[in-house]
């Protein structure tokens, strides 16, 4: 039977949805469209964006190109169709998968407004003006500089980016942030309003959470004047909305809000919503309004992991123009690992501290300080636990985590072990290896990214890892 374009990719989709986690296989395959196959061994498919295209070049290229070599074989070669808004293609280029693997003047309005007031809003229209302003309510402390990067919001930070550069013209509208609270999620929301004024001054943008929204609503229902209510939010060209997760409990509300998400929508306008949950774990709203927050890209952010929580911590403290001994920023970040507001909480604590006391904060003020808001572990985990603990998973002798052997079991527990160890405690790359029969740190690097790789396309092996992963964090409990 002759293959076809489509047949591949469901080959690879097949395989692929097995790997990945499921929101992840909704967000950045499911988009893909098979558009040709050429010469049965070159693969076209079409992405929504150049950001999407970089994505998936940057995550899951190694997968790609497994994945497809197993469909067409050893010189099995993909290519890229980026769509643009139009409906056209902006440009067509293709990525070599063997190599990649190697690699990797108008008039203006003032409206008599204040959202921070319940008296509510009071929109005025005339006839012939172009243009309004408004005060968009925006924090212009939180901007992306101070928002830092890791694994746990890159696609988020990086989508709102997007967003911000073109809003409205481009694929993530609605662009919907989920995670926990104390993560960054209006951080972020604000970013993205002070960078499309920054670079679209003449936009009108909106920062409002759900409950302002809620009671602005209810004060024009009391007054009949929700079509003024509505007709004012019509005019906003990005719309930032937090915490949607409360409109459940405001039936009226989230039918006004549906004509104003329409109306966006059709009218080439930009939304960006946050949620403490993904649409489709949320209760209480209407599938008509979860439908359409799925229309773009849903984005989660997670808890920063060390190194990342280390970094917020140091740019808290340059925001405070402060400085800290190395070894007490480690000792927050290492216990404070909930969430990035608890960061802000800790260092205003050291500082009130050390003011009153009038001493420099190391360590043990830290310790002291601190005791209420950190859950100190009473023993942290070390490499030689971790090093247990593989070698009693695998059943794998101690003394072969040492030697020089090709064997891959033995060799899958020493690169585990490595990577646990990096993840874990806090010590260097080259103490690691040195508990390794004196391997250097190179060696650590390759073992931790190889656990990677495998992870991204070995469910057995990632199941693996997550179980050992979840063993270590109940022995540093």
Not at 378 to 402: G, H, S, W
Request: overall charge neutral; charged content about 25%.
């Amino acid at each position: 039977m002759n293959k076809t374009a489509e047949s591949v990719w469901a080959s690879c989709l097949d395989i692929i949805k097995d790997i990945v986690e499921w929101q992840h296989f909704k967000t950045w395959f499911e988009p893909i469209v098979p558009v040709e196959l050429k010469d049965n061994s070159v693969l076209l498919i079409q992405v929504p964006s150049n950001f999407f295209y970089e994505y998936l070049e940057e995550h899951y290229v190694s997968l790609l190109a497994k994945t497809l070599k197993r469909q067409l074989g050893r010189q099995a070669r993909l290519e890229y169709r980026i769509l643009v808004d139009s409906g056209n293609t902006s440009g067509k280029g293709s990525m070599n998968l063997l190599s990649s693997e190697e690699k990797g003047q108008a008039n203006t309005l003032v409206l008599p407004l204040n959202i921070n007031n319940n008296s509510g809003l009071h929109p005025i229209v005339f006839p012939g003006i172009k243009r309004m302003q408004i005060d968009s309510q925006l924090n212009d402390t939180d901007t992306f500089e101070k928002f830092v990067e890791g694994d746990c919001n890159r696609v988020a930070r990086r989508a709102g980016k997007t967003v911000a550069e073109k809003p409205g013209n481009n694929s993530f509208n609605p662009l919907f942030i989920y995670g926990n609270s104390g993560l960054g999620k209006t951080h972020l929301l604000h970013a993205i309003g002070n960078e499309v004024k920054r670079q679209h001054p003449n936009k009108a943008v909106l920062y409002v959470s759900s409950e302002k929204f809620i009671n602005q609503f209810q004060h024009h229902s009391r007054n009949n004047q929700i079509n003024d209510f509505i007709n004012f939010y019509q005019l906003i060209d990005v719309l930032l909305i937090d915490d949607v997760q409360f409109f459940n409990r405001a039936e009226k509300s989230q039918d006004a809000f549906f004509a104003i998400f329409n109306h966006l929508q059709q009218s080439g306008k930009q939304l960006v919503l946050t949620s403490d949950k993904s649409p489709r774990d949320l209760d209480g709203l209407q599938d008509r309004l979860l439908s359409r927050f799925r229309w773009g890209l849903s984005a989660d952010i997670q808890v920063p992991d060390y190194e990342t929580r280390i970094e917020i911590f140091e740019q808290k403290m340059r925001d405070e123009g402060l400085e800290m001994p190395k070894e007490v920023v480690k000792y927050v970040a290492y216990n404070l690992n909930t969430n990035v507001r608890e960061l802000r909480g800790a260092l205003i604590s050291l500082l009130a501290q050390s003011s009153l006391n009038r001493r420099d904060i190391d360590i043990e003020l830290a310790k002291k300080v601190l005791r209420n808001i950190i859950k100190t572990n009473n023993k942290e985990v070390t490499i030689d636990a971790i090093q247990k603990m593989v070698c009693e998973y695998f059943d794998v002798p101690y003394n072969r985590l040492l030697e020089k052997t090709r064997k891959r079991e033995v060799v899958q527990a020493r690169q585990i072990t490595m990577y646990l160890s990096k993840t874990f405690t806090k010590n260097s790359l080259k103490t690691i290896g040195e508990h390794f029969g004196g391997r250097d740190h190179t060696t650590v690097i390759h073992s931790c990214q190889t656990v990677k790789d495998l992870m991204d396309t070995d469910s057995i092996f990632k199941e693996n890892v997550m179980e050992l992963t979840q063993k270590v964090q109940l022995a540093s409990m």
